[in-house]
């Protein structure tokens, strides 16, 4: 049966500086998870964070965004949502590189009760909400999970468990539980009305290894990927949306835009994702820098089995195959042969008194449909106290597993709007200016309205915080990327 959609209901994501919506979009918070702009981490955090992050990807999603993409200032980031009746706040880390969606629940045996992050955890109850219901692990949703027989079901009383062992020793372990999700439908421009959506996700009864540590601990964790029991297949199933969304990460002034429906300005070229994929895979063709393509073998760009590249928002760094990084490396620097490097948390550091983007050129990556990415020296360069540090990664020197995945993080993404058009199986983006504003399509009514970045720590937040936001995601469907 084909499923009915309305476009007109549109989901909008606010990043640390975020959106007045549009007709249909439902609005939240995102934060950085590590810092605010006035603070600084140690940058061999970042590292560290993604090492776990490629350990624990699952098949679904992140998008991520919110908060400053500079690596000497971000890392996470994660939003506020609105669950239950009467609802209630919960911290969910953003990806665009899982579909796993699930909170702690009251039951949890070692769950987080406090985080570094200076925000206030709360555990989750399905008791104390009116509309909280557990799922039969022979309802359909959990039929669909398991694809077919449930292991373990014995009656309809027996709740539809998870269980998730990562790739870096963390694990998750659970049941799956129906609630209202609470977000903010826009009505117009900067106009919105309190909307809500059922959906199934995860209740985590027990967390283990960084899942359960308090110095970056959130309440859970909200994907964005592919499969069809991800918040976003739920809501579209539902006819609350289509499957295309948005962000845009701003490292200027921090903060950005999340939505969910079609973005009709800016226009953007376009490429086709790879079908068959858990993340989100692309064909790239070439890189170049300054201007000459570099001489890579041609089976370096081939997808398959631990091959092919993914572009991923909730890596904040970005990791090439060695030959393309040692290829790159040569031409960055060929004509700054007295530079000198000194390792700084293990990055590769040195002192420029010049202008970084007049000294150093310009990579680009090129892609099938002919889709450029553009990545200039202040993305690549990062600064870190006096100094400036490479920003691409060897992948081959993180994990043998993923040495010929080239994974763009947000290093190469930031700046830049990216719409994941899931209707057409494409992905595109253009560089923009994430403080500004966009134009999304009420496909319904044809209404365009305009979107435009706030700050949420601000006004915004004191006059929005109480309308709520949203959601929360299902499945389990778990795999190891690297």
């Known amino acids: 049966m084909a499923l009915k959609l309305f476009p007109s209901l549109f989901l909008l994501f606010l990043l640390n500086s975020v959106v007045p919506c549009v007709l ?11 810092l605010t702009h006035t603070q600084r981490r140690n940058i061999h955090l970042l590292r560290a964070h993604d090492v776990r992050r490629h350990d624990r990807m699952l098949s679904a999603v992140d998008l991520p965004i919110g908060g400053n993409g500079l690596p000497s200032a971000t890392g996470l980031y994660f939003a506020q949502i609105g669950i239950g009746t009467p609802s209630k706040d919960y911290y969910v880390q953003v990806d665009t590189g899982s579909d796993i969606l ?3 629940c009251i039951s949890c045996s070692r769950c987080p009760k406090k985080s570094d992050l200076g925000i ?3 555990l989750y109850d399905p008791k104390s909400s009116q509309t909280g219901t557990s799922v039969s692990c022979e309802e359909s949703f959990c039929l669909s999970a398991f694809g077919g027989d449930v292991p373990g079901c014995t009656s309809s009383n027996t709740p539809c468990q998870y269980s998730v062992l990562y790739g870096d020793g963390s694990s998750t ?7 209202l999700v609470q977000y903010n439908q826009v009505t117009g421009n900067s106009a919105t009305r309190a909307a809500n959506a059922t959906v199934t996700f995860g209740c985590g ?4 290894g960084d899942l359960g540590s308090s110095s970056e601990a959130l309440d859970g964790i909200l994907g964005f990927g592919q499969s069809n029991s991800s918040f976003l297949s739920q809501l579209a199933s539902a006819g609350k949306v289509k499957k295309v969304f948005s962000h845009c990460l701003d490292t200027v002034t921090g903060g950005g835009i999340f939505a969910i429906g079609d973005v009709v300005e800016p226009k953007m070229n376009t490429t086709p994702l790879v079908p068959n994929q858990q993340h989100y895979n692309v064909n790239l063709k070439g890189i170049e820098v300054g201007g000459s393509l570099l001489q890579l073998p041609t089976d370096l760009f081939d997808t398959g089995d631990k091959k092919g590249t993914i572009v991923d928002s909730g890596t904040t760094l970005t990791y090439l195959p060695e030959a393309a990084y040692k290829a790159i490396w040569q031409k960055v620097f060929q004509n700054h042969p007295d530079i000198s490097f000194q390792t700084v948390q293990e990055f590769s550091c040195f002192q420029y008194t010049g202008n970084i983007d007049d000294g150093f050129p310009e990579v680009v990556f090129n892609f099938e449909n002919n889709l450029t990415l553009h990545v200039y020296p202040h993305d690549y360069l990062f600064q870190n106290e006096k100094d400036y540090c490479f920003g691409f990664q060897n992948g081959g020197l993180q994990s043998k597993d993923g040495k010929d995945i080239f994974l763009l993080g947000d290093l190469v993404l930031s700046n830049k709007l990216v719409v994941y058009d899931l209707e057409n199986q494409v992905i595109g983006w253009t560089g923009y200016n994430c403080s500004s504003s966009i134009k999304v399509q009420d496909d319904k009514t044809n209404a365009i309205y305009t979107v435009g970045a706030h700050d949420v720590g601000s006004a915004w937040r004191s006059e929005s915080q109480n309308s709520l936001l949203l959601l929360l995601l299902t499945m389990v469907l778990t795999y190891m990327f690297i």
Do not use: I
Not at 24 to 34: C, D, L, P, Q, T
Not at 173 to 179: A, L, N, Q, R
């Open 24 to 34: 249909g979009f439902g609005v939240f918070e995102v934060k950085h998870k590590f």
């Open 102 to 104: 699930w909170v702690n």
């Open 120 to 122: 206030e955890l709360t």
């Open 173 to 179: 372990m659970g049941y799956f539980v129906t609630d």
């Open 205 to 208: 009864a027990q967390q283990g």
